[in-house]
């Protein structure tokens, strides 16, 4: 069997071997080949999914949200239905982002109010 070995996608994403096995168990990548001694075996493919989970994650979507985007890719839904749960994760980032700095503002008044420079 050809593929990659657990260590090697570990190397290659960034992530831990505990990450990418959690990933399998939640649904969000896979499922993965197995050798015949029962080791994981990644395809090129499944590598390239691990970076768009990745690269979601990095943008904020948690698991829930991943596994919700995940079930949409792999069902009948169509392309309107995941580009509208991609517009509307994106709107409450920008509502996220904006409450983030109005609280950054209000610290910044609080430490010029207490002598300091922000």
Do not use: H, N
Request: charged share 35%; proline share 2%.
């Amino acid at each position: 069997m050809t593929g990659f070995a657990p260590g090697e996608v570990a190397r290659r994403t960034g992530l831990t071997l505990d990450t990418l096995r959690y990933y399998e168990r939640e649904g969000l990548v896979g499922p993965i080949e197995r050798s015949v001694g029962g080791q994981r075996r990644y395809d090129e493919d499944d590598v390239a999914w691990i970076g768009i989970v990745t690269c979601l994650r990095d943008a904020g979507l948690g698991i829930a949200d991943l596994r919700r985007f995940t079930e949409l890719l792999r069902s009948e839904a169509g392309q309107d239905d995941r580009v509208a749960f991609l517009r509307r994760r994106r709107a409450e980032l920008v509502e996220q982002a904006e409450r983030i700095r109005e609280a950054v503002r209000v610290l910044d008044d609080k430490i010029a109010y207490f002598g300091g420079e922000a």
